[in-house]
């Protein structure tokens, strides 16, 4: 069975720093590429950043280009995204997904974790 | 960006009812390109429909999917209970990947 686990949630104050880890199951990890997409409390999906299947393309979106970083370990089945100078926009449940394809577009997210929530307050 | 512009933004609906969902890209945009995603409160995002119109497996096939001109259509036949939902569009062709506003089906 394919699975996505998400960690490393959690209550953070505004400027500090997070960092999410994904470990993949079910499948060849290193084949595939990777992404982050969040949910903010009433509002819609929204792709944060994607990884290739070697890293050699990597996206973000304009909200946490310069802030987030993502990065991945395909010897231990792992997806990460590094979260710095936290704001109170980026509360959220933070999603896991697997692209369909190797690179970063072109195909559609299948399956998704669980998800974890990283709430920014003061 | 792309931005995707689902409509409506929420509707309710009956068991048995017919529910048509449109998203319209700002740039013109392959249909190989344009998904659809059901999710459900405190659950995962669920694909049910990729490439405008290819259904994933174990998908039920009272959904559907279109493409007519600028518009995609997500289509769901005969309502079920599971089915009230929030339902997303999303665009992969372009960096950034973007995703519609949802739309809520909710119970009438």
Known sequence: ?122 | DIQMTQSPSSLSASVGDRVTITCRASQTISGSYLNWYQQKPGIAPKILIYAASTLQGGVPARFSGSESGPDFTLTINNLQPEDFATYYCQQTYYIPITFGGGTKVEIK
């Not at chain 1, 499948?27 to 819609?44: C, E, I, L, N, S």
């Not at chain 1, 936290?86 to 190797?102: H, N, Q, S, V």
């Open chain 1, 1 to 122: 069975e394919v699975q996505l686990v998400e960690s490393g949630g959690g209550l953070v104050q505004p400027g500090r720093s997070l960092r999410l880890s994904c470990v993949a199951s079910g499948f060849t990890f290193a084949d595939y590429g990777m992404h982050w997409v969040r949910r903010a409390p009433g509002k819609a999906l929204e792709w944060v950043s994607g990884i290739s299947w070697n890293s050699g393309v990597i996206d973000y979106a304009d909200s946490v280009k310069g802030r987030f970083t993502i990065s991945r370990d395909n010897t231990k089945n792992s997806l990460y995204l590094q979260i710095n100078s936290l704001r109170i926009e980026d509360t959220a449940f933070y999603y896991c997904t697997k692209d369909t394809g190797p690179s970063t577009t072109n195909f559609w997210f299948d399956p998704w974790g669980q998800g974890t929530l990283v709430t920014v307050s003061s």
